[in-house]
């Protein structure tokens, strides 16, 4: 059993930054690859990044590419999300999510682990 909390999320302008972080619970943290999805109201849950336990290979979605960047700490137990030139479409709410897989990490039913989400809004 994972549990993950995140955190970090705000109100920032247009072609501000964040840092947001996912904190997991457990000692086995390192065998789970991370991932970072989110939610916009109306809207499917949609991948963004992630990253494999194995040999931190990193994923991205197309909307994000160039723009934000995912990152591990193993020895804090937590992933990381670098937001940058965030732009008023990347308004949403963002979960991360932990599987025990290294496939399967740009799809939602490739994680077994979710956290509650933080709140993202970016203003025009």
């Known amino acids: 059993q994972v549990q993950l909390v995140e955190s970090g999320g705000g109100l920032v302008q247009a072609g501000g930054s964040l840092r947001l972080s996912c904190a997991a619970s457990?000692?086995?943290?390192?065998?789970?690859?991370m991932g970072w999805f989110r939610q916009a109201p109306g809207q499917e849950r949609e991948f963004v990044r992630a990253i494999s336990r194995s040999d931190g290979r990193t994923y991205y979605a197309d909307s994000v590419k160039g723009r934000f960047t995912i990152s591990r700490d193993n020895a804090k137990n937590t992933v990381y999300l670098n937001m940058n030139s965030l732009r008023p479409d990347d308004t949403a709410v963002y979960y991360c999510?932990?599987?025990?897989?290294?496939?399967?990490?740009?799809?939602?039913?490739?994680?077994?682990?979710w956290g509650q989400g933080t709140q993202v809004t970016v203003s025009s």
């Open positions: 457990g000692r086995t943290f390192s065998s789970y690859s």
């Open positions: 999510a932990a599987s025990p897989r290294d496939y399967g990490l740009e799809y939602r039913a490739g994680y077994d682990y």
